[in-house]
């Protein structure tokens, strides 16, 4: 059977449809072999290679032989570019919903392997920070000394914005209701214990995760992208020492220390609504944060902050790790990576103020 193309084959014009094709086919014994006439041919594109692939497919599933060689030279090493690897198998997904519980098994098989790959994440930085503490872990100095700035002084702007208004919020609250009593003064100690015990840790987790935690993703999800991961694991040099290990040290480290900045700041935000609203004193509102806040709700809030860095750490450089190789997944990584670490923040923030409830501190 010989099928003769003449004309412009272009994706603007209408072009043939399949079914003379498949009709005359129909009508065919096995022994048929299918060839192309192309001497009217006029200019094609696209569309005359979609109809080809699908004459191609159709003769195969006839077990129908197919002549390539009336076809211009281009159109065939496009058709043999095509046909060089099979497509893999379920490439292809249909335009309709699945089921609802084809839909949960999904998702349930999807937080199951997240939930494992996160184990194994934990489990890989555990032994990078063993390795550390035996002096094999490979890193350069010049790069801890870089994060260090970046989520140290780099970071003191906002966290002073933000816990200067959160205290200044806290104040305000307190104010409304502590002023119908005449206990203006005691707006010192809720501003006081409420930012050293857990708001100052909180917010400076979430400030650090929505800054420093989505840059870590970017970075190392551009570096996967680009195949630096995969250069470093070529020459012998371990991704979670190199690029792992000194963000947690330095989020562990740094994150204490700004939740006391963050709780000066907050304090420092009651005062002014202390004194300019309430009628206040600056000596006598001090002296009632002093008074109020104990050595005890510090080291919460330090062991807090310490949490919440190593949580902030995990979350952005596992999405780094986790990211895919195009330019549209590093975005998502940064989205990801974001997200988990304020979860897991208010999760353990959850799980610590329970356990110090349990402890009775």
Known sequence: MRISLSGEWRLVNQLPSLEAVAGELAATDGSTAVAFDTRELGSWDSGLLTFLMAVIALCAQRNVAVERGGLPPGVNRLLTLATAVPERQGARRGSGCLPLLARIGEAACDFWRSLLEMLEFIGESAAAFVRLLTGKARFRRADLLQILQECSAEALPIVSLITLLVGLILAFVGAIQLKLFGAQIYVADLVGIGMVRAMGAIMTGIIMAGRTGAAFAARIGTMQVNEEIDALQTTGVSPMEFLVLPRMLVLALMMPLLCLYADLM????????????????????????????????????????????????????????????????????????????????????????????????
């Open 266 to 361: 907050g304090i420092l935000g009651g005062l002014i609504v202390g004194v300019l609203g309430l009628d206040l004193g600056v000596i006598e509102y001090c002296q009632e944060t002093v008074r109020a806040i104990s050595l005890t709700n510090v080291w919460i809030g330090l062991f807090s902050g310490f949490v919440y860095g190593i949580l902030v750490a995990l979350a952005g450089c596992m999405r780094g790790m986790q990211c895919g190789r195009s330019a549209s997944a590093v975005g998502d990584a940064t989205t990801s990576a974001v997200v988990t670490g304020i979860v897991s923040i208010v999760v353990a923030t959850a799980i610590i103020t329970v356990l110090c409830n349990i402890l009775g501190i």
